[in-house]
Every structure is written in structure tokens, then in C-alpha cells.
């Protein structure tokens, strides 16, 4: 049994380290991505207005959101662009996220991204918990947030290939989706991934 | 001249087919006439193939109630059945319904009066309502549940009335295969039972009536059960016995007039001397005990056991896919498709290392221990399939499945070897092939229809099963054959093997000729199509129908195409050929993504390799014509079929990396691509190095 299991498992090993599987999204460099989890937002509730949380404590972000201005303008959608609150030791301001994101959620974006950054990388939780307390589901930009963290949707690589969405695929929270009773729709739910504590299909 | 009488076998298989031809067209005949007078009783067939369907759906739906989504609250139901009623054009019509029977989501033209059966079907809770024609459709509803046992609601399906028609039809289609199927497996039977019991005695017999006819009656027949045939080898027995009697008597006679003296006995003696000496230059005795005359053997006899392992192991194909994926969870970072495709490519993998194993046991054990041995490990291989949980569960019992597959092909080879001569092996040998092409065929169309009319883990049970009877065929009826004993010529190890790769002919007939023709048979037909095809919503029995035309062309074309290619000596013409059939069928599907152009592609494969292995199989003795001799065709042939796996551990992994990045169509044009490439450059490189080393001297002189 233990033969076997590590055939397969070098079988496996074999196949990511030839690179045919990313392990993870490089998000700093990829625009295709950035569209792909904006159309699988929009497939998901109809976007006319996005809000995007920036991380002032890292550059890695500016490729981003440069890509996300120009994707904003080119699909004729609004963009709310604010910074994460910060205290003066460089650590994120808890009292005045809920205030930041109580803001947000009147101006009534029908997504938030949650981009990248140090911070946002450290506080991924608590943010998105925030965002879904006032009732904004986020668009992440690493599918950690959604695994980890209260995010609602991500799109990563090759996941699960179903030879329709040109090898990505989406990861949605069902948890977060039930929170704020937000369901995706039944063909999304095909070929998604499902994160779930506390449902699941049956065994 | 005096005519060759025909053999005795060849008559009596002769006559059982025309007989089973017979019956199957009195069963066609009368099923067609009953299908015209009595359409509806086929009708169960268009509901089955709508529930099949609706199944489908009701799981999309029932996962996401799973996920704690209410079903008033369900999103995006709309598109989801337009979809459903584009992917399916028989399905019209479409309702989800909550749980008292009321209309939440409905797509398409609402025959009028579905509401009254909406409500009906809701009061006995979705379960057991019987389909019924409402306003010009056929109305079916399947119950909704959740988490399994809550009824949540029922999804109505309202499908085109006219699928009668080509319900019959396929009805029709699929009992005519069924008989057929009947057909070839009752004959194989047959053919063991009476060869066994009957007609290897007859020819044993005749045999033996030959040697007494040239005056030989050294030997004696063995012992035979109480029959008629038993009868006769004792009253033949009892003349040969006599005639010896009477010889000895004779000896006893002579011997005293040796004995006596006086010139008369001397000239007495020198007569008789010389008459017994004319007598025994005609007339040969038993000098003491008689001899046991060697019971003859036909191939015939080993055709069952190999018709059915060949069938237990096809039976799976059109479902194997689709199965893989219900014992898969999706593992973050593999591509879902490589978890379908790892087993298909794990199978030739033990298929290419256990080859060897078997090879050198067959030659080393009596031939019976290594059947059964197959037979059981085969059994248990199905039955630990069909029960596994756990993908690394089914990737072992896989494997347990293919060693014993190996086992049992090898030990056919080795039995093949022993009984023909070595000039004719090679060709029987790919001929003796086409009864496991046949076996196969008639396995994906039984494992089909009971993946539909059971569960798909039923089939690898059924199979379990064939394989046992198999394992009961081998332990009544098969003799059990001494293992090969040449004490003078050593068995080749696997070095003197390796040497045959240093022969550049037959690396390149195993490189562009062998590999390819496995490549695309484990990566196209074990692989993609049957995803394909379930993909476009066809039931497992079809997709075994549909899979049978690969079969039943190679079957057919085989010994026609060889025939052909041996007549005008174009072996190699045939190959390149077959390819690029292999290679058109494929572009035809890649142009055009539906059910006909699968079976187009399907029977271009099945022409392909009809035309191109059996000639490349008969090319390699000219091919290693040094190696034939040094290392016997065995071992070349043996290993020549061995490295041909490897073309089947690719495939898989290959399309499902194809599928992954292009989809299907795409994948099978690249590996209909490949296929050509490759018989290019095996022309190229034969027409330029020539097919044998004479030709090298040929061309620098």
C-alpha cells in the first residue's frame, strides 16, 4: 500500500514539476487572471460598480491595480478605489476598517477585490470578516482568502480543468455565499470548486 | 487428384455458425415484427434514456441544496435548464418543483395539464410515477432530495413524444447486438466443450487410424470416459492389442523352429527369417508395452478461456472514465483529467512489467496454475474495483487486474508457440488475437447495458464473476501443458532482450509502428471517447455500441487488409496507410463534434489498426532476421509486444494533458497527427534502410 501510494504520489510530483500545473496564480504579472475573476464576478451578480481596498505597505499591488483601472474603464464600470486604514506603527487600524468598509458598503459596490500586499497577506481574515459583516462579497485576488479567509470568490489555474474556461477555474466559499445569502448560480456551481465547513454533497 | 478432406472442426464450426446465424435472424426477425405491432412496449426505452438524463440534472441540483442553498433560493435555474434543453434536444420542457408540487423554475413549451401530474407526482412524494403522454409530450418527474433522503421538491421533464420512434429503433439495435453477442459467446463455448470432449478425440482417433493404415501398431490410444467415443477407442485398442498378441505368439513359434536342428529346419529358418524380416520392413509391432499416442491438441481449445478474460477486461471501458470520477475528490494542484487517465496508463504499465514475469513463469510452470492463478487474481481485481472507496484503492486493484490479464495473454502466447510451427506462429498468433478482439467486443457492449440498467460499480461485480467462470472453464476442460523444456536452448534473459534494441529496423517498427497503434488506442478509445461521448449526453449502453464498431472492424478487416498486404507484398504500404485512415477518421471529428463523427473516427481507427498490426507484426521476422536465429521468434516477438505497452501508458497521460489544454476534438486531432508522423517517418526510414539487413548489403552492392 505504501509502494503504492508513493508511486502515485511521485506520479503526481512528476506532473506539477513539469510545470504543466502552477501551484499558485502569479498575480503580480497576470492581467488574464485579474479578467478572469472580474468575468466570473460578473457571471456570478451582474457588476455595474467595484471597490478595491489597496495595501499602501507594499508595491507589489500598483501592477494590479493599474490593471484593474484599465479593465474598470474598458467594461464602462464605476471604481471606488480607498487605502487600508493604517495606525501610526504601520499595522492595520481595526476600528477604522469597520468604519472604512461601513463606508464602502453604502456607496453599494456589488464586489470588493481583495488585491494583494504584506498587510492584506496578515489581516486577510479580519478584513474579509469585515467586508461580509457590512455585507460586501469580496473577489480575491489569491484563493487563499477564499479557503482561509471570509472571501467569496477566487479564480485560480488549472484547478480543476473542465476544458471550457480556458484551464481556470473558480473557488467559491459557500459558507460566505450562505452569510450573505448570495448563491451562485447552478452552471457556475458545475464546475467550481465548493468550499464549505459545515455543508457539502453527501458521501 | 484426390481432394483434401475438410477438417473436422472447420465443419463443425462451420455448421454452429450457420445454425447461430439462423437463430439470431428467427430472433431479429421476430422482435421486428413484434416492434412493429407493439411500439409502446418499447417505450420504456425513451423513459429510461430521459431518466438517465434527468439524473444528471437532478445532481447538479441536489448539490447545491447540499451546500445549504434553500430551493426557493436556487440561482441561476434558468440558464441552467436552457442549457439542458440545448445540450438535449429530445428534452422540450423543464420544472423545478418545490415539494408540494408547485411550479418554482420552468423552461420551454408547458404541455397543458402538467400541473394536475405535478400534483399527483407530489402527493406520492416524486417516487415511483410512471411516465405519462401530456399534451403532445412525454411527462416524467424524478424527486429532488436532500442530503439524500428529504424529498425537496422534483424536477418535471417533459420530452419529445417522437423519441418513440428512434426508442424502437434503438431497442431494436441494442437486443440485435445483444443476440449477436449471444451468438459469438455460445460458439466459443461450444466450441471448447465439443473440442475438449469430442472432437480432439475424433482426431486423436483418426490419427491413430492412419498409423494402423500404414501398418504401425506400436501405439495405443489413452484411456476415454464411458461414451460411444469411449467404446470405439476401446474396440480399436482391443484390435491393436490382438494384432500384437498375435505377433508375439508368432515370435514364440519362430523361436522354437530356431531352436531345432537338422538341414530342414535350416532351410526353414532361412525362410522364414526372410519372410518375418519382409513382414516388420512393412509392419511394425509393439516389442513390449504399447505406447500411449499423444491425445491431439487444437488452438481451438484455449480460444474460450481467452474470449472471456478478453471480454471481463472490456467490460468496464465505456464506463471506466466516468467511474474513475466518482471515486476521485479533486486534489488541489491535479488536473482532473490525469486523475481519469492515471489508471487507464497504470494498467499498460503493469501490463509492460508483468509481461516479462509471465513470460519467463510460462516457460518455467505447467501452463494451468499460471490460467487459474490469472483467473482468480483477475476476479479479485474486479470485485476490489467495484468495492473500492478511496482512488488509491482502485489505482491497486487496477493493477492486481492488469498482472492478471498479463498472465493469461502471455500464457496464450507461450501455448500458441508450443503447438505451431515456427514458421506459422507469428501469423497465428496474430490471427489467434483477433478472439480476444472479438471477446473485447462483446464486452463493452454487456459491461455498457448493465452500467445502465445497474450502477457502473456492478459491472466490475458481473465481471468478477466471467472471470471465476473463466476459471471454472479452465480447471474442467484444459489440459494442463508441460511448461517448454528445451534443456539445450537457454531462455534469452533480459540483456539478450535489450540487444534487440541495438537493431535500428526494429527500433523504429516499435517506435513509429507499435507505439503509436497503442497510443492511440489507450489515449482515443479507452480515454477520450467514452468522456466524449458522455460529455454529449450518451447512455453507457451506447457508448459500448458505439465503442463495439472499433471491434467488430478490426475483427473483420484484420485478416482481410493481411491478406491483401501479403498478396502484393506491401506490408509497409498497409501500415502508412492504416495511419492515415486512423488520422482522416480523427479529422472528421474534429470538424464536426457529434455522435456520428465519434463512430466515424471510431471505425477509421478500427480500419487503421486492421491495416497496419498484423502486417507490422508479420514484417518483424524479416526485420530481425539475425535476431530470429540467435534469440528465437519468441523472445523477439514477446519483447516487441512488451515495448508496444509503452505506447499505452502515454496515451492516457498524453490526452489527458491534450484535453486539459485544447479539449476533445482538438486532442484527437493532435493524436490523429501524431499517428501519421509517425508511419511518415517508419516509410521514410524503411524506404530509405530497407525492411532487412540483406537489403543494406542489396543497396551497397
Redesign the interface.
Known amino acids: ?1 505504501r509502494l ?2 508513493s508511486f ?1 504520489c511521485a ?2 510530483a512528476g ?2 514539476l513539469a510545470g ?2 502552477p ?1 499558485r496564480a502569479d498575480v503580480s504579472s497576470s492581467e488574464t487572471m485579474l479578467q478572469s475573476q472580474f468575468a466570473a464576478a460578473n457571471s456570478y451578480w451582474s457588476i455595474s460598480k467595484v471597490a478595491l481596498i489597496v495595501d499602501q505597505t507594499t508595491d507589489d499591488s500598483s501592477e494590479i491595480i493599474t490593471a484593474l483601472r484599465a479593465l474598470v474603464r474598458a467594461e464602462g464600470w464605476s471604481l471606488i478605489e480607498t487605502a487600508l486604514p493604517m495606525n501610526s506603527e504601520g499595522n492595520l487600524n481595526q476600528l477604522q476598517l469597520t468604519k472604512t468598509m461601513s463606508d464602502l458598503a453604502k456607496q453599494n459596490p456589488q464586489w470588493l477585490y481583495l488585491g494583494v500586499g504584506q498587510l492584506i497577506d496578515e489581516q486577510r481574515s479580519f478584513i474579509a470578516s469585515e467586508a461580509v459583516k457590512h455585507g460586501l462579497p469580496i473577489v480575491a485576488a489569491q484563493d487563499r482568502s477564499v479557503r482561509e479567509g471570509h472571501a467569496l470568490i477566487s479564480v485560480k489555474e ?6 471550457r474556461q480556458d ?1 481556470r477555474s473558480v473557488i467559491i466559499n ?1 459558507d460566505v ?2 452569510q450573505l ?1 448570495l ?8 464546475d467550481a ?2 468550499i ?1 465547513r ?5 458521501q | 487428384m484426390k481432394r483434401k478432406p475438410k477438417s473436422l472442426i472447420q465443419q463443425f464450426q462451420f455448421r454452429l455458425f450457420v445454425l447461430g446465424l439462423l437463430l439470431i435472424c428467427a430472433s431479429v426477425a421476430a422482435i421486428a415484427f413484434d416492434g412493429v405491432h407493439q411500439r409502446d412496449k418499447l417505450v420504456f426505452e425513451a423513459d429510461r434514456n430521459i431518466e438517465f438524463i434527468g439524473k444528471s440534472l437532478v445532481r ?5 441544496l ?4 434553500p430551493i426557493t ?5 434558468n ?2 435548464m436552457e ?1 439542458a434543453l440545448r445540450s438535449y434536444p429530445r428534452i422540450k420542457y423543464l420544472s423545478l418543483l418545490s415539494s408540494n408540487g408547485h411550479r418554482l423554475f420552468s423552461t420551454g413549451p408547458e404541455p397543458v395539464g402538467s400541473e394536475a401530474f405535478a400534483q399527483e407526482a407530489a402527493y406520492k412524494h416524486f417516487r415511483d410515477v410512471l411516465p405519462t403522454d401530456v399534451d403532445g409530450q412525454r411527462v416524467a418527474v424524478l424527486p429532488v432530495l436532500l ?2 433522503e428529504t424529498v425537496a421538491g422534483g424536477l418535471l421533464i417533459g420530452s419529445d413524444i417522437g423519441l418513440r420512434g428512434s426508442a424502437s429503433a434503438g431497442s431494436f439495435l441494442a437486443f440485435t447486438t445483444v443476440l449477436i453477442i449471444s451468438l459469438f459467446t455460445l460458439v466459443e463455448v461450444l466450441v471448447l466443450v465439443v473440442g475438449t470432449r469430442l472432437v480432439n478425440s475424433v482426431r486423436t482417433c483418426q490419427k491413430m487410424m492412419g498409423t494402423i493404415s500404414v501398418g504401425d501398431f506400436r501405439q495405443r490410444l489413452g484411456p476415454q470416459p464411458q461414451s460411444q467415443m469411449g467404446e470405439f477407442v476401446r474396440a480399436l485398442n482391443a484390435v491393436v492389442d490382438r494384432v500384437n498378441e498375435h505377433y508375439k505368439k508368432m515370435q514364440i513359434q519362430v523361436d522354437l523352429v530356431k531352436d531345432g536342428a537338422g538341414d530342414e529346419a535350416q532351410i526353414l529358418r532361412k525362410r522364414l527369417g526372410a519372410h518375418i524380416s519382409q513382414l516388420l520392413n512393412r509392419v511394425h509391432f509393439a516389442e513390449a508395452e504399447n505406447s500411449i499416442m499423444p491425445r491431439e491438441r487444437a488452438l481451438s481449445d484455449f480460444r474460450a478461456p481467452i474470449f472471456l478474460f478478453a471480454f471481463v477486461e472490456a467490460m468496464s471501458a465505456p464506463i471506466f472514465p466516468q467511474f474513475v470520477i466518482t471515486r476521485s475528490d ?9 486523475l481519469i487517465g ?1 489508471p487507464v496508463s497504470l494498467f499498460f504499465l503493469c501490463l509492460f512489467v508483468a509481461t516479462p514475469v509471465a513470460a519467463y513463469l510460462s516457460n518455467r510452470v505447467r501452463q494451468k496454475p499460471i490460467l487459474l492463478a490469472g483467473a482468480l487474481g483477475a476476479a479479485v481485481g474486479f470485485i476490489g474495483v467495484s468495492i473500492s472507496d478511496l482512488y ?1 484503492d482502485l ?2 486493484w487496477r ?1 492486481i487486474s492488469a498482472i492478471s490479464y498479463a498472465f493469461v495473454i502471455t500464457s496464450f502466447q507461450s501455448t500458441i508457440e508450443r503447438m505451431c510451427s515456427s514458421d506459422y506462429w507469428i501469423k497465428t498468433l496474430a490471427f489467434s488475437l483477433i478472439v480476444t478482439v472479438i471477446g473485447a467486443g462483446c464486452g463493452v457492449v454487456v459491461g455498457g447495458m448493465i452500467a445502465e440498467r445497474l450502477a457502473y460499480s456492478d459491472v466490475f461485480l458481473v465481471a468478477a464473476g466471467v472471470a471465476l467462470i473463466g476459471g471454472l472453464t479452465i480447471t474442467l476442460f484444459m489440459e494442463n501443458l508441460a511448461p517448454r523444456s528445451h534443456p539445450d536452448v537457454p531462455v534469452p534473459g533480459l540483456w539478450s532482450r535489450l540487444r534487440l534494441l541495438g537493431n535500428v529496423r526494429f527500433l523504429a517498427a516499435v517506435a513509429f509502428g507499435a507505439l503509436p497503434a497503442k497510443f492511440v488506442l489507450s489515449g482515443v478509445l479507452l480515454f477520450i471517447v467514452p468522456l466524449f461521448l458522455s460529455d454529449l449526453g450518451v447512455t453507457p449502453a451506447v457508448i459500448g455500441i458505439i465503442m463495439v464498431f472499433y471491434f467488430a472492424v478490426v475483427a473483420a478487416g484484420t485478416p482481410l487488409f493481411h491478406w491483401l498486404a501479403d498478396k502484393a507484398s506491401l506490408s509497409m504500404m498497409a501500415v502508412f496507410v492504416g495511419a492515415l485512415v486512423t488520422c482522416s477518421g480523427f479529422l472528421v471529428l474534429y470538424q464536426w463534434h457529434d455522435v456520428t463523427a465519434i463512430l466515424i473516427a471510431i471505425c477509421g481507427l478500427g480500419v487503421g489498426h486492421a491495416m497496419s498490426v498484423a502486417p507490422l507484426l508479420s514484417l518483424i521476422p524479416e526485420v530481425c532476421e539475425k535476431e530470429m536465429e540467435t534469440l528465437g521468434p519468441s523472445t523477439v516477438i514477446t519483447t516487441y509486444r512488451t515495448l508496444e505497452n509503452m505506447g499505452g501508458i502515454a496515451g492516457p497521460l498524453a490526452a489527458a ?1 491534450l ?6 476534438p482538438h486532442a484527437i486531432a493532435v493524436m490523429g497527427l501524431i499517428v501519421l508522423g509517425s508511419a511518415l517517418l517508419l516509410s521514410f526510414l524503411f524506404m530509405v534502410i530497407g525492411t532487412s539487413r540483406s537489403s543494406d548489403t542489396t543497396t551497397l552492392a
Open positions: 500500500m503504492s501510494t502515485v506520479v503526481i506532473w506539477v504543466t500545473t501551484a488549472r484547478v480543476l480543468a473542465n476544458g484551464g459557500m455565499a450562505s445569502k448563491f451562485p448560480p447552478l452552471l457556475m456551481m458545475r470548486e465548493l464549505s459545515f455543508h457539502g454533497p453527501r | 447538479d441540483i441536489e448539490r447545491a447540499d451546500y445549504g442553498i433560493q436556487l440561482a441561476g435555474v440558464p441552467f442549457d442530503e439524500g479533486p486534489i488541489v494542484g491535479i488536473d482532473v483529467y490525469l492515471l488509491i489505482l491497486i493493477c494533458a484535453v486539459n489544454h485544447f479539449g476533445f
